[in-house]
């Protein structure tokens, strides 16, 4: 992994979003046939992340669905009424090409960003994410574009009457708004964020993924501790966290516990910045345009701790605990 090339792989992402809204303009899951009693999503970091969140929207819409660790060693039995969706960027996980080979039997949709790659080989259906080469060795671009197709999986599903070439669209502007004004808050971010013990993220359950890609970032490029939690959860798991620690977290708003997190932060005085969003007692917000669009802000969000992270590694600042 090469934190210039990681920096690099982020800048490109409006134009890599450019080109998956018009590779949208055809529905890249046409070729699905119906009558599909389960939809199971297999993956592994930030391809079971961004599954997740893909499987919730999927069951308030009255779908059976589940997105579950490759590495399970137990799951839902193979059977061609189930649809199985493996996720691998690189298309060589270990972990999700043995799950993949378990649900023989199954139909199976792959999700991947290389051609011809091991995780597309007797699959039924393999859509390309079109993110382009990660040549920092990190998955950023991917796990933006692996949420912009399932949520196109999901108006596929649904018969959702959804325009996500514009969609995307939006994302890539949002994009590029944040990187195009970065020198205004980056700076105040990186000193807001730099603690002696890590950095936490917080969002609702619909925005988890942004959580736990966010945190894989922090410890994947500076090597910095960071862990996720969903926000209602927060106040039963994490906030213990806040009475010994220097507690710094991103949190992303939206939910209906935002205000009972926030009580224990104004008594506890921990740190919190908020991205895509305002609370009272935060001490500073990020925002973006479009950020009041729910679906822009999930494919947007996680680029503010994609570029500390990257600015952390670059610059050789790893934890100063």
Same mark, same amino acid.
């Given at each position: ?69 490759? *590495? ?32 023989? =039997? ?23 994410? #079109?993110? =382009? ?14 949420? @912009? ?42 000193? $807001? ?90 001490? @500073? ?13 999930? #494919? ?13 590694? $670059?610059?050789?600042?790893? *934890?100063?605990?």
């Amino acid at each position: 992994m090469k934190p210039e090339l990681f920096l690099a792989d982020l800048e490109a992402k409006p134009a890599a979003l450019a080109d998956l809204a018009a590779g949208l303009s055809a529905n890249p899951w046409k070729a699905l046939p119906g009558g599909f009693g389960r939809v199971l999503f297999l993956g592994m970091g930030s391809s079971r992340y961004a599954a997740s969140v893909a499987a919730l929207r999927l069951r308030a819409r009255g779908i059976d669905a589940h997105a579950e660790y490759a *590495s399970a060693a137990a799951s839902f039995p193979p059977g061609r009424d189930t649809l199985v969706i493996p996720i691998s960027a690189t298309g060589g996980s270990r972990e999700t090409l043995d799950a993949a080979a378990r649900h023989e =039997g199954s139909y199976r949709a792959v999700l991947t960003n290389v051609a011809g790659s091991p995780i597309t080989e007797g699959a039924d259906l393999v859509v390309p994410m #079109l993110a =382009g080469e990660e040549r920092g060795g990190v998955a950023c671009r991917t796990f933006q574009h692996t949420l @912009a197709l399932l949520l196109a999986l999901e108006a596929h599903l649904t018969a959702a009457d959804r325009d996500l070439p514009a969609l995307v669209r939006r994302a890539a502007e949002a994009t590029a708004d944040l990187l195009d004004r970065r020198e205004a808050w980056l700076p105040g971010v990186l000193d $807001l964020l730099d603690g002696p013990h890590g950095v936490y993220t917080v969002a609702p359950a619909e925005h988890l993924s942004s959580a736990e890609q966010s945190a894989l970032m922090f410890r994947e490029g500076p090597r910095r501790p960071a862990d996720a939690c969903e926000t209602g959860d927060w106040s039963h798991v994490d906030v213990y966290l806040t009475k010994t620690l220097d507690y710094r977290a991103i949190l992303f708003p939206g939910s209906a516990y935002d205000d009972q997190a926030m009580d224990w932060v104004r008594q506890r005085g921990s740190t919190i910045l908020t991205v895509g969003g305002e609370l009272p007692d935060a001490r @500073a917000s990020v925002r973006y345009l479009h950020d009041d669009d729910p679906d822009v802000a999930l #494919l947007t969000e996680t680029l503010v701790a994609e570029l500390v992270a990257a600015h952390w590694w $670059l610059h050789g600042t790893s *934890s100063p605990q």
